[in-house]
């Protein structure tokens, strides 16, 4: 770290949400946003400039043999995940690599295998598990309030204005639906039994616009994730993500589509993202800057990342890859 403390961080991959990362990053003091890396020149020149970042990498390989950077973020697609998040872990760096892990199990394992090795920690953004909704909810179960855990829900529905420029890269229960498996896992500390899915393919893209998945997990909970990236385009809601939970002794509901705050102008009415990253007046807030403040803060400390592990990360792509396999085949796969 550098000499006053603040963690030096790069960011690796500048689609949309590494510019995001990289413009939170930018913004919280206790960070130095350091470095950036895309194999697009324009783009890299466009952001440094904006971000006043002068050290600028089109071989994240070089970025990683920068001795000044502690920490990156791994914003890249999928697909790259884990050959540069190998490098990375290797090189020394602490890495926040974005969710999904990877695209299957076996790149999980490869990723968790060096991870486990490391000089530097390893966290996937599993962004939340931050959420003060769902830590609140988390708190709730773990205190036995609504018993024992026998059946959860959600949905993570977007617009198709939105799908139509993800679904080259990624599908809808891969791309979304592994938060709600995630949380689902998280809340229960159970493992899955069971998986049995469906998807639908409505659009011209590469991988299905939405899918169902069902589990049975081995506590004998059933749980289900619904994620359909085809919502009118004139949908109010930024993200309609809702997850219901009942136990034997109660029940709780999660609403993060619905976030406080309806606009009804000239143009319609829509439902703005509060919590992940509002960018009220300029500045950002919310659920992303806090979990990339934990991270600093346990580089800063020295302390292990608690709040999700690189095995419960693998958890979720294993369900997300059976659901996809058995919406292929029609089978019920079994763990």
């Not at 993800?166 to 229960?173: G, N, R, T």
């Not at 509002?278 to 934990?294: A, I």
């Not at 058995?326 to 019920?332: C, I, K, L, N, R």
Request: net charge negative; proline share 4%; glycine share 8%.
């Amino acid at each position: 770290m550098s000499q006053s403390n603040r963690v030096r961080w790069g960011v690796i991959g500048l689609g949309w949400f590494g510019e995001v990362h990289a413009d939170n990053l930018a913004e919280i003091p206790e960070i130095e946003l350091a470095a950036l890396c895309t194999r697009r020149p324009e783009r890299l020149n466009e952001i440094g400039e904006r971000l006043g970042v002068n050290r600028l990498y089109t071989d994240y390989r070089e970025l990683l043999a920068d001795t000044e950077i502690d920490v990156v973020s791994i914003t890249t697609h999928i697909n790259d995940h884990r050959d540069i998040a190998i490098d990375a872990l290797r090189s020394g760096k602490h890495v926040l690599l974005e969710k999904p892990m990877a695209p299957t199990v076996a790149d999980c394992e490869q990723i968790v295998e060096v991870a486990n090795n490391a000089k530097g920690f390893f966290m996937v953004g599993h962004i939340c598990r931050f959420d003060p909704r769902v830590t609140i909810a988390k708190q709730a179960i773990d205190e036995g309030r609504i018993g024992k855990i026998i059946s959860m829900h959600a949905r993570r529905n977007l617009s198709k204005a939105i799908g139509q420029t993800v679904l080259d890269d990624i599908s809808a229960l891969m791309g979304d639906g592994i938060h709600d498996a995630d949380l689902m896992l998280w809340f229960s500390q159970a493992n899955v039994s069971t998986v049995y899915a469906q998807e639908v393919h409505p659009g011209q893209n590469k991988f299905p616009d939405g899918g169902w998945s069902i589990a049975r997990l081995d506590n004998g909970a059933v749980a289900v994730v619904e994620s359909v990236w085809h919502l009118p385009e004139s949908t109010p809601y930024a993200i309609d993500a809702r997850l219901e939970v009942i136990g034997t002794e109660g029940a709780l509901y999660i609403n993060c589509g619905e976030a406080g705050l309806t606009i009804h102008d000239a143009q319609g009415v829509k439902m703005p993202d509060t919590m992940y990253w509002p960018r009220p007046f300029g500045n950002y807030f919310g659920v992303l800057k806090e979990e990339l403040c934990y991270f600093a803060n346990c580089v800063r400390n020295n302390e292990v990342p608690k709040r999700i592990t690189p095995a419960e990360s693998c958890a979720a792509v294993a369900w997300m890859e059976a659901a996809t396999e058995s919406a292929q085949t029609g089978s019920v796969l079994r763990f």
